[in-house]
């Protein structure tokens, strides 16, 4: 047979999915083990147990300095500047696409705008962005909005272009008006293609959000990771990876979920 | 251009459609009347010098090959297009220049909503024109839409469907929903671009059925484009054929089409029309 048309079964199809992790957990602990083995004040690739005292110290120990247990504080403060920039930014794309793509006396010139502000590298202007929004939380969420809102707001655009012109004429027919048209017929089918906008763009609004803690921050995940490179603690850094890395997962899981739950349309392939 | 390559092909003769001699004027003006209009998408010339008047509560077929403007006159009938020159009157006025409600439509694929349930697809049309703001409505008002929906719903068979998506449906069920989405706004003519020429021949004659059915009942005026010449002919009242009069060889473009045969049909309802025996064999086997 194939390889093309070989399918792995239920049970395979886990073992294959566990498979390629397990692996990556082996070459690093049994590099580990034996890197400690031959020095046991090695900090380059700690072993579990390291790991596990780093977190417990930041998780579950108070801080002696601010009093505060610095992983959830970290985790809640990059949450929140995510959740904002990303908020931010789905409901920006969202009504510059709509706008640009369904409305063409918008679309002439905004869509020429969104091509070129798109290109701009969002990491070449953090420095403008600090100078004008000061080393705040404002200039963080901004980097997030202006880095990925362009690219939401194309695709957005894109998708609704592709709505079959029939649908159009056809609401029309129905007594829509501009308004309504893109508010029953435009906004409902383009929602689901925000969430999959959302989902493909959380690993851009991650590396600006770590990028923009790790230059001027207080606290955060970022910050926490770029602070313990000075004393070269893998044992803090690997955790943290690991934890941001998880994060992100939920968030892509919760928008899929999100998608199915609220759009059973989309996935049974349109009309 | 040299003469001999203005090739011009003699017109048919039989029933030949002459815009010199209308038919037999009552002094109101015709439902829907086209005078001396072309289209024309620079160098191409789809239709040229088309004239004809319509009544209202006719069914007219348009048939022709492909590219011979059929569909670009059921767009202009829409008000998708507009016409390069010439008019085009609906009761002595110019037709409104983009699609409204006064015109129902069925286009072969993509004509209903897939995010909406059955029941809210028809029922949109409902909210639409009393909701200028958010375009839906809320409580008693939105119930009796529903109701009314569902109705219709009923009527042309899709009553145990109401609450799925239309991707759940198959491709007749699809256009019967098309067709109840455009007769719950009581347009005053329906236009059918091919909308059962992605069907299967079984379903089509049951489609045909449910369409002759609803125009009997509503008497709205018909306009639809087939490729089915024996669809055409078997539910129309009137069959418009779509042709090129005028052939250019070193010039496919340079000439348009127009209406070369206009032929009244259907024994029932057009009782004195004279149709050639072996077309009305046709029509009778079926």
């Not at chain 1, 998780?59 to 403060?77: H, I, M, N, P, V």
């Not at chain 1, 510059?96 to 091509?115: E, H, R, Y």
């Not at chain 1, 420095?127 to 939380?137: A, K, Q, W």
């Not at chain 2, 569902?150 to 991707?167: F, R």
Request: hydrophobic share 45%; with cysteine.
């Amino acid at each position: 047979m194939r390889l093309i048309n070989r399918h792995p079964d239920r049970s395979g199809r886990l073992l294959l999915i566990l498979l390629p992790f397990a692996l990556l957990l082996f070459v690093y602990f049994s590099a580990s083990t034996s890197r400690l083995a031959e020095n046991p004040n090695d900090k380059l690739l700690p072993s579990a147990s390291q790991m596990v005292d780093a977190i417990d110290r930041l998780a579950f120990t108070e801080d002696k300095r601010s009093g505060q247990y610095l992983f959830w504080q970290d985790t809640a403060s990059s949450l929140q500047r995510l959740g904002i920039g990303l908020g931010i930014a789905a409901l920006l794309g969202l009504v510059l696409g709509i706008a640009a793509g369904s409305v063409p006396l918008f679309g002439a010139p905004l869509s020429p705008l969104l091509t070129v502000l798109s290109m701009i590298p969002p990491l070449a202007i953090l420095p403008i962005l600090f100078i004008v929004f000061g080393l705040g939380e404002l200039s963080k969420v901004m980097l997030i909005v202006i880095g990925i809102t362009p690219c939401i707001a194309r695709d957005i655009e894109q998708r609704a272009r592709e709505i079959p012109g029939e649908l159009l004429i056809k609401a029309q027919t129905l007594g829509a008006n501009s308004w309504t048209l893109i508010l029953r017929l435009v906004l409902p089918q383009l929602m689901p293609r925000l969430l999959i906008s959302l989902r493909l763009m959380l690993g851009s609004a991650w590396l600006f959000l770590i990028a923009a803690e790790a230059i001027a921050s207080t606290d955060g995940l970022g910050y926490r990771i770029f602070l313990v490179r000075r004393y070269m603690a893998m044992d803090v850094i690997l955790p943290y990876v690991v934890w941001i890395t998880l994060l992100a997962w939920l968030m892509d899981l919760g928008l899929r979920q999100v998608l199915r739950l609220c759009f059973p349309w989309h996935e049974g392939g349109k009309a | 251009m040299t003469l001999y390559s203005q090739h011009i092909v003699p017109l048919s003769e039989p029933v030949m459609h002459d815009s010199s001699t209308p038919p037999a004027s009552t002094g109101k003006p015709a439902f829907i009347e086209a005078r001396n209009l072309w289209q024309e998408y620079g160098d191409l010339v789809v239709l040229e010098r088309l004239n004809i008047k319509v009544n209202e509560g006719e069914f007219c077929t348009l048939v022709g090959a492909s590219g011979c403007g059929k569909s670009t006159f059921l767009r202009m009938l829409l008000g998708q297009e507009r016409p390069s020159r010439g008019e085009l009157l609906l009761g002595g006025q110019a037709l409104p220049n983009e699609p409204d409600p006064s015109r129902g439509v069925v286009f072969q694929r993509y004509s209903v909503f897939p995010h909406l349930s059955v029941l809210d697809n028809v029922a949109l049309g409902l909210e639409l024109p009393k909701s200028k703001l958010l375009g839906r409505l809320f409580g008693a008002a939105k119930r009796e839409a529903r109701e009314r929906a569902a109705e219709i719903l009923t009527k042309v068979g899709l009553g145990h469907a109401l609450n799925k998506y239309p991707s759940a449906l198959s491709g007749g069920m699809q256009q019967r929903l098309a067709i109840a989405q455009a007769l719950v706004m009581q347009p005053r003519m329906l236009l059918l671009d091919e909308p059962f020429g992605a069907l299967d021949p079984g379903i089509r004659k049951d489609m045909h059925a449910l369409l002759l059915e609803l125009w009997q009942e509503t008497r709205l005026t018909v306009f639809m484009v087939t490729h089915d010449l024996s669809e055409g002919f078997s539910l129309g009242t009137r069959l418009l054929v779509f042709d090129k009069v005028r052939h250019d060889p070193q010039a496919p473009n340079a000439y348009g089409a127009r209406i070369t045969y206009d032929i009244p049909l259907n024994e029932t309802r057009r009782a004195q029309v004279q149709l050639p025996s072996e077309l009305a064999e046709r029509i009778a086997t079926r």
